[in-house]
């Protein structure tokens, strides 16, 4: 089925479809969208439970004890918000809970802005709460990615038991799209050996806890999930190459940014100067070597982001200083054009460091 | 009668209920915990719903309730046991679930879950396990220390005046209309133990109505922070901390309905 779709609201409806079983939420602007569309549809559809907590970090502790019921358990916020939920996304890394959280980025710091921002990479992608953790990252760049990565965030959440974070803005949560939806699935909960659902008899009584007292057992668990991440980073790296074959020039960005990139090269390249676009889909495993694979064969790379330079740090760890690594970034919530975009990769050409 | 039949005879007396684990306690001498934890495995054990449970450990000194209850459980962060609980049950509802939580947890750092898990009448139900001080950490003030008691953070006695009051929370919890059975109890005394374990067997039983919030204070004491003996300490909390916090029940269901 083909319709035409806020973003945020396509999310929700693809929350449906996949059959999630719980989304715990509060009102933020630009997603209340969200908990609004699930408050109208889902329960009726598909009998999930639809709560509006009282903070966000209520929020973030009823995903806690629910996941831990091997359910597929569920929650959105921007960014202030998100910053609130840091603490519970350490605790349920830590204890190896399945779940999708949802980041509509505003501008920030603060309060900020209500308007589409990337200030929070390193919030999301380095682990914004306390310890060494990962989440799994996706930046989607459509309304029909906003939908897709729904079904792909749980797959991978309960492949991994890890929690999947979907990293997108404001101006993709709102803006319209045609959307190709996925057939609706039936609510299943596969039967998990490690779950908090009752103690049969037969089993030692399950406890989800990230409290290890002893610094030996603390190490083993910390080694146990450094293990998993690395496995993560070598199975699941997404991302998407637009003209690259033949660039003289890269351009990487991920979410949104990177169409409005796309563009800006193929005014580039109306001009004549060979620029093509990567876009790192999964930012946590970052696409390192698939960036550095380009180097060779470039003169130089220009990150664009909606923020100050965040994952611009993560281009150059990839590139080994090999080519020269360029950044131009709007903040506060001002969405860079194409055309700044060009003029900023043309400065840079001209002044010689690209 | 022959010494081989004397031995058939059985003469087991008192048999430790199932749910509570072999586990040595890390609790302190006379700590009310270890009683407390008791009677929940007690009244589990006898409404044989242990495979229909599941528990909500808090962050204090019952951090570690999972390793000497045998039930199902999920430790959740400090003060977010019942929005932690409040997710189990939302998901499982046909399941009983309870949180474990002492005073700082539960109405300090965990108040605005406290209320609002209350509020919207979560069937579940809530132990609260008040003793008037920081346990784990080493025995700073509380929301519930008494006026002029004295904690680490409060070496000179709580002064109200800069301090604050203590907060009543289990009252407070009792006007809000979600909560359906708001009771005090105690497990210092025998006589006290048999009624704390009663209303622990209503905060069960009564989740099955879906009538709201069971909610369950236990007064109790911390003889290590208090800096008495637990013979002392329960004396103390006879005389002061009951007189602040009377024992009994706050809200009980319209028995008609019930």
Redesign the interface.
Known sequence: MIKLMKGNEALAEAAIRVGA??Y?GYPITPQSEILEYLSREAEQRTGM?V?Q???E???I?????????G?K?WTSSSSPGMSLMQ??IS?IAS?ELPCLLVNVQRGGPGLGTIQPAQGDYFQTVKGGGHGDYKMIVLAPATVQEMSDFVKLSFELAFKYRNPVMILTDGALGQMMEKVELFEQQERTTEKLDW???????DRE???????HIEPEKMERINIHLQAKYKIIEKNEVRYEEIMCDDADYIITAFGLVARICTKAAELAREKGIKVGVFRPISLFPFPYEQIKLHANNIKGILDVEMNAGQMVEDVKLSVEGKVPVEFHGRMGGIVPTPDEILEALEKYIAGGKL | MSVETLDRIETKVFEKTKSLLDTEMHYCPGCGHGVAHRLIAEVIDEMNIVEDTIGVAPVGCSVFAYNYLGMDFSQAAHGRASAVATGIKRVLPEKYVFSYQGDGDLAAIGTGETIHTCNRGENILIIFINNGIYGMTGGQMAPTTLPNMKSTTSPFGRDTKSMGYPLKITELIAALPGTYYVTRQSVHKPLNVRRAKKAIQKGFEYQKLNKGTCFVEIVSNCPSNWKMTPVESNHWMDEHMLAFYPLGDIKVPNVKEA
């Open positions: 079983d719980a715990f439970v709560l907590a009282e903070s970090v209520a929020s502790n009823m995903v806690y004890g629910a996941a831990g019921t359910k358990v603490e519970g605790y204890a779950t908090t659902v009752g103690k049969p008899e009584h399950n406890i989800i806890t990230s409290l």
